[in-house]
């Protein structure tokens, strides 16, 4: 039984958002941060009558939190985050439903608290890699806090990809752990042992350290594929964990990837947000003329630094075009790189110089939404 | 050829500072300067030949281990006495130093900068820019740290800060000796500064070959130099 406060907050964040729609904003933050003002213990007292599942990583949330959805509402019907909307009010919001399951995707930073709040039953724990410094400011300190709560909470699942050797750290001294490995990827950013602070050693994509660290004692082995594929089958464990039946998910499902078409072409957008996302997306096909945009606002992170960390090779012999607030940081990098690329002021005059019917367009953050959504 | 050696990138690369190296051969190549970039691993041994060496930004346990590889035989100090390039970013400008700490432990640093650097109270994140004397113009990058670094007697600042904090403290960034080993240069500025600032890899090509280089006219470069100095507060 709902206290009245929390009843009394869940109208008028209700109402809100009805306002907030009649206005034409999309309207996902506004009602979970008025449920919260007003009840600031929403999320726990909400969650108390829920199972709930959580997503985190830095890549491939918002696409395992649909997957995750779609399976479980197999067993009934399924609060869930709307796109992106990953903090606490985005929580709050989804948890207003009556709907007995949850699923949500949480940011990295926000995920401790949320566990406390939510006593989740299982918890996805996707990858780390270096994304917004300027607000993560260390993938070793996000893992720190994920190591913290990870360990405290005996009542939760956690299904871990342990390739990684930051997701490897955050779980080890947890008490129930699905630890599921696909072998053979070498972390960008993980030269150091996140748990001792040695110097890992990494053979053919795999690691061990002399703290004990390593991703050959797994409870799950899988074939190597790509982070779609991945991130399908960590989406059916969890899944199967609440006893729901595994779905087949294409790859393109779980891609953040959208076509539209758009003055007369096709074109093909990709999210791609941080070294991790960029190098997995330019290792997909890629029409001869591709479009980069690059923003650099809070959510795509405020430095643009990391582009140096991604090779832009394959580009080479494609036509390039560049657009987007930050498009002289992209071009000057790609030019470093032996590529030379037409630099417009918007995504219209791109699409306009593209020459074929069919275009990749590797987009930031910001821009993707604007542009697709 | 024109050795430039990018120091434990695998460990003193989360900053993107890998960028340096790559800038500084592509406006050699410009000046039919033949360059080679050479990646040495924590686990190879440092060369004696190199014309450049360069260091970036690192988490706390990468800076320390690659402190600790860095300080056998003394390599990198001796090549500095040498009259070799040394540029070293953030977390390489502080383990050049003669002393760092974390909260937890102190450590000796490299000593090739009269500097110590101890943990501040709060992270200095954003735009930067500098004004230091070797140009006549600011340079602009990226800060990302929380430590105050402070000079010592042989070391003076890189450059004054115009916006942003650097050092830390002063309004001050960065440090160069006074008199000794003039080549080394370590500076908060990520961004990578030399794609920023290309006139600074120039100065550091200038610097190794010991003579002036042709001018070069790189307009996208130019743009992209000028475009960032307009944006400073």
């Known amino acids: 039984m709902l206290s009245p406060r929390l009843r009394f907050a869940i109208l008028v964040a209700k109402s809100a958002a009805s306002a907030s729609r009649l206005l034409g904003h999309k309207g996902e933050t506004l009602p979970g941060r008025i449920l919260l003002a007003i009840e600031p213990e929403a999320i726990s007292l909400l969650a108390q009558n829920k199972e709930v599942i959580l997503v985190s990583g830095t890549n491939g949330k918002t696409s395992t939190t649909k997957a995750i959805a779609a399976i479980v509402s197999q067993l009934g019907p399924v609060a869930t985050s709307g796109s992106g909307s990953n903090l606490a ?16 995707e949480i940011d990295e930073l926000h995920l401790p608290g949320i566990i406390a709040q939510t006593d989740p039953t299982v918890v996805v724990l996707l990858n780390l890699t270096r994304d917004q410094l300027h607000r993560m400011h260390e993938v070793k300190r996000v893992a720190d806090r994920w190591h913290v709560e990870c360990s405290e909470a005996t009542d939760t699942v956690f299904v871990a990809d342990i390739d990684d050797p930051f997701i490897n750290y955050a779980i080890v001294n947890a008490t129930n752990v699905v630890r599921v490995s696909f072998g053979g990827r070498k972390h960008p950013d993980g030269a150091v042992c996140p748990r001792c602070g040695s110097y890992l050693h990494w053979t053919r994509g795999n690691y061990s350290c002399t703290c004990g660290l390593t991703n050959k004692i797994t409870d799950v082995r899988l074939k190597k594929g790509s982070a779609a594929y991945r991130n399908a089958v960590l989406a059916n464990i969890a899944g199967e964990v609440i006893g729901a039946a595994p779905i087949e998910f294409k790859e393109s499902d779980l891609e953040r990837s959208v076509t539209k078409e758009i003055s007369g072409k096709i074109a ?19 029409h001869d003329d591709v479009i980069l945009v690059l923003n650099a606002r809070q959510v795509d992170g405020i430095d643009t630094s990391w582009l140096w960390d ?12 560049v657009c987007g607030e930050r498009a002289l940081d992209m071009a000057y990098r790609i030019h470093v790189e032996g590529i030379e690329p037409q630099v ?19 987009s930031a953050y910001t821009a993707f939404f604007e542009l697709v959504m | 050829m024109l050795e430039i050696i990018r120091i434990h990138n695998e460990l003193l690369g989360t900053y993107g500072d890998r ?34 060496y360069l260091l970036g930004g690192a988490e706390d346990a990468a800076q320390l281990l690659s402190l600790n590889a860095l300080r056998k035989g003394s390599i990198l100090a001796r090549a500095a006495n040498n009259g070799a390039v040394v540029l070293a970013i953030c977390a390489g400008f502080q383990i050049l130093g003669t002393k760092y700490a974390t909260r937890d432990e102190e450590f000796v640093g490299l000593g090739l900068l009269d500097v110590i650097t101890t943990p501040g109270d709060k992270r200095l994140v954003g735009d930067i820019a500098v004004q230091s ?26 450059g004054k800060v115009l916006q942003g904090n650097g050092n830390g403290v002063g309004a001050l960034d960065g440090a160069m000796n006074k008199t000794m080993n003039k080549n080394v240069f370590g500076t908060y500025l990520h961004g990578p500064i030399l794609a920023r600032n290309p006139e600074f890899a120039d100065l550091l090509i200038e610097r190794a070959v010991g003579g002036a280089i042709s001018p070069m006219t790189d307009e996208l470069a130019q743009r992209y130099a000028k475009w960032r100095r307009e944006l400073i507060k």
Do not use: C
């Open chain 1, 89 to 104: 009010w985005g929580a709050a919001n989804a948890l207003m439903s009556p709907a007995p399951y949850a699923v949500l």
């Open chain 1, 268 to 286: 093909h957008f990709r999210l791609t947000k941080n070294p991790a996302s960029w190098t997995e997306a330019l290792q997909s096909h890629l």
């Open chain 1, 310 to 321: 991604v090779s832009f090779a394959v580009l080479k012999g494609h036509r390039v075009i």
């Open chain 1, 344 to 362: 417009v002021e918007n995504f219209e005059q791109a699409i306009s110089l593209a020459q074929g019917a069919e275009v990749s367009v590797l």
């Open chain 2, 19 to 52: 960028g340096n190296a790559d800038v500084i051969k592509f406006r050699a190549a410009a000046r039919k300067i033949r360059a080679r970039i050479t990646d040495i691993t924590y686990l190879d041994p440092l060369p004696k030949n190199g014309d450049i």
């Open chain 2, 133 to 158: 004397d070797l140009f006549d113009f600011p340079l602009t990058g990226f800060e990302n740290h929380s430590s105050i670094t402070t000079l010592g007697v042989d070391a003076k600042a890189f």
